[in-house]
Protein backbone atom coordinates (compact mmCIF):
# COMPACT_ATOMS: atom_id res chain seq x y z
CA UNK A 1 0.00 0.00 0.00
CA UNK A 2 1.37 3.52 -1.20
CA UNK A 3 0.08 6.64 0.50
CA UNK A 4 1.19 10.12 -0.47
CA UNK A 5 0.37 12.65 2.53
CA UNK A 6 0.44 16.60 2.22
CA UNK A 7 0.28 19.33 4.67
CA UNK A 8 1.20 23.18 4.76
CA UNK A 9 -1.96 24.51 2.78
CA UNK A 10 -3.55 27.46 4.08
CA UNK A 11 -5.17 31.18 4.09
CA UNK A 12 -1.90 33.83 3.12
CA UNK A 13 -2.76 37.11 1.94
CA UNK A 14 -1.77 38.25 -1.55
CA UNK A 15 1.96 38.53 -1.92
CA UNK A 16 2.83 35.98 0.66
CA UNK A 17 4.44 32.55 1.07
CA UNK A 18 3.74 28.97 1.83
CA UNK A 19 5.39 25.57 1.89
CA UNK A 20 3.65 22.31 0.18
CA UNK A 21 5.39 19.37 1.27
CA UNK A 22 4.44 15.42 0.45
CA UNK A 23 5.72 12.21 1.84
CA UNK A 24 5.10 8.70 0.29
CA UNK A 25 4.93 5.87 2.52
CA UNK A 26 4.79 1.93 1.83
CA UNK A 27 5.96 -0.65 -0.14
CA UNK A 28 8.18 1.89 -2.80
CA UNK A 29 10.99 0.12 -4.64
CA UNK A 30 11.18 3.67 -7.01
CA UNK A 31 9.85 6.75 -7.21
CA UNK A 32 10.18 8.84 -10.70
CA UNK A 33 8.77 11.92 -11.60
CA UNK A 34 7.02 13.57 -8.36
CA UNK A 35 4.50 16.90 -9.31
CA UNK A 36 2.37 18.85 -7.75
CA UNK A 37 -1.16 19.87 -9.56
CA UNK A 38 -4.02 22.27 -8.77
CA UNK A 39 -7.61 22.17 -9.34
CA UNK A 40 -10.36 24.69 -8.76
CA UNK A 41 -14.07 23.79 -8.61
CA UNK A 42 -15.48 22.89 -11.99
CA UNK A 43 -12.14 23.05 -13.91
CA UNK A 44 -9.42 20.80 -15.45
CA UNK A 45 -6.36 19.62 -12.66
CA UNK A 46 -3.55 21.39 -13.54
CA UNK A 47 0.14 20.45 -13.48
CA UNK A 48 1.67 23.00 -11.67
CA UNK A 49 5.46 22.06 -11.46
CA UNK A 50 7.41 18.56 -11.34
CA UNK A 51 10.78 16.89 -10.74
CA UNK A 52 12.44 14.18 -11.71
CA UNK A 53 14.58 11.79 -9.69
CA UNK A 54 17.45 13.44 -11.08
CA UNK A 55 16.21 16.99 -10.20
CA UNK A 56 15.31 18.11 -13.41
CA UNK A 57 12.10 20.48 -13.44
CA UNK A 58 9.35 21.63 -15.12
CA UNK A 59 6.91 24.34 -14.14
CA UNK A 60 3.64 26.15 -15.74
CA UNK A 61 4.20 28.95 -17.20
CA UNK A 62 2.12 30.76 -14.74
CA UNK A 63 4.22 30.31 -11.60
CA UNK A 64 7.41 30.25 -13.07
CA UNK A 65 9.79 32.44 -10.65
CA UNK A 66 7.16 32.37 -8.25
CA UNK A 67 7.21 28.79 -7.14
CA UNK A 68 9.81 26.18 -6.25
CA UNK A 69 9.46 22.28 -6.79
CA UNK A 70 12.43 19.98 -4.89
CA UNK A 71 12.57 16.76 -3.37
CA UNK A 72 14.45 14.63 -1.27
CA UNK A 73 14.87 11.26 -2.72
CA UNK A 74 16.06 9.45 0.85
CA UNK A 75 13.46 10.47 2.89
CA UNK A 76 11.18 10.50 -0.35
CA UNK A 77 9.24 13.46 0.34
CA UNK A 78 8.57 16.32 -2.25
CA UNK A 79 8.01 20.23 -1.49
CA UNK A 80 7.10 23.38 -3.04
CA UNK A 81 7.64 27.08 -2.08
CA UNK A 82 4.77 29.21 -3.15
CA UNK A 83 5.84 32.85 -3.08
CA UNK A 84 4.17 36.27 -4.21
CA UNK A 85 1.37 34.23 -4.22
CA UNK A 86 -1.96 35.80 -6.04
CA UNK A 87 -5.37 35.28 -4.95
CA UNK A 88 -5.67 33.34 -8.87
CA UNK A 89 -3.60 30.64 -6.74
CA UNK A 90 -6.31 29.46 -4.64
CA UNK A 91 -6.86 26.33 -5.42
CA UNK A 92 -6.55 22.48 -4.02
CA UNK A 93 -3.57 21.34 -4.65
CA UNK A 94 -2.53 17.96 -5.21
CA UNK A 95 0.88 15.98 -4.82
CA UNK A 96 1.17 13.03 -7.14
CA UNK A 97 4.17 10.27 -7.65
CA UNK A 98 5.12 8.28 -10.31
CA UNK A 99 6.23 5.05 -8.05
CA UNK A 100 6.93 1.44 -8.57
CA UNK A 101 5.61 -0.54 -5.51
CA UNK A 102 7.90 -3.70 -4.14
CA UNK A 103 6.02 -5.71 -6.47
CA UNK A 104 7.45 -4.10 -9.47
CA UNK A 105 4.09 -2.60 -10.19
CA UNK A 106 4.40 1.13 -11.72
CA UNK A 107 1.77 3.20 -11.10
CA UNK A 108 1.01 7.00 -10.51
CA UNK A 109 -0.34 7.95 -7.10
CA UNK A 110 -2.34 10.97 -5.31
CA UNK A 111 -2.14 12.44 -2.63
CA UNK A 112 -5.73 13.59 -0.68
CA UNK A 113 -4.69 17.11 -1.37
CA UNK A 114 -4.49 20.50 0.52
CA UNK A 115 -6.02 24.11 0.59
CA UNK A 116 -4.60 27.17 -0.88
CA UNK A 117 -6.38 29.95 -0.36
CA UNK A 118 -4.88 33.51 -1.19
CA UNK A 119 -7.11 36.20 0.21
CA UNK A 120 -6.86 39.87 1.74
Known amino acids: QVQLVESGGGLVQPGGSLRLSCAAS????????MGWYREAPGKQRELVAS???????NYAESVRGRFTISRDNAKKTVSLQLNSLKTEDTDVYYC??????????????WGQGTQVTVSS
Open 26 to 33: GSIFNIYT
Open 51 to 57: ITSGGST
Open 96 to 109: NADIRTSTLRREVY
